[in-house]
């Protein structure tokens, strides 16, 4: 073989390698992004089928049932325009409460009801996750316009 036949294959060789790679590493943040909707995107139909996906709000005052087994609570998450169900089995954060910011992450069952992995609860008094935060200022000035709230487009949440 020649010596420019030889370096062909070479660069060949390295640029299927290169791009094997880069499709490796695409491939595996796809798996791990978590999109964030509100419950009024969920009821929409905008939140994704069968895949994980985080939904925040505040938990809705006089929701939260804790279930005989001691770990499994139910409860629900609203954005003061619309309501979704969840379920939780494992241990609550300390902060968790009613009428408190909630974001869960988990998959949305066929009966309609949120399966959560994860919860997570606001650290302080005046944090709420920025997507929440404007999802309940929209379903409140649409509630006041006499309107349906309307809602941010869909962001990515690591």
Do not use: C
């Amino acid at each position: 073989m020649k010596t420019r036949h030889k370096r062909l294959i070479l660069v060949s060789a390295g640029l299927a390698t290169l791009g094997l790679a880069a499709w490796l590493v695409l491939s595996a943040f796809n798996q791990n992004m978590v999109f964030f909707f509100t419950p009024t995107q969920v009821f929409a139909g905008e939140a994704p089928q069968g895949r994980s996906f985080r939904i925040g709000g505040m938990v809705e005052t006089g929701s939260i049932q804790r279930q005989p087994d001691g770990v499994t609570v139910n409860f629900v998450v609203t954005d003061m325009a619309q309501k979704i169900p969840v379920s939780y089995r494992g241990i609550l954060p300390d902060l968790f409460k009613e009428n408190k910011g909630v974001v869960a992450q988990g998959k949305l069952g066929a009966d309609g009801r949120f399966m959560a992995d994860e919860v997570l609860a606001k650290h302080d008094e005046n944090y709420m996750p920025p997507e929440a935060a404007y999802a309940l200022d929209q379903a409140k000035a649409g509630q006041v316009a006499g309107q349906p709230a309307s809602h941010p487009v869909m962001k990515e949440v690591k």
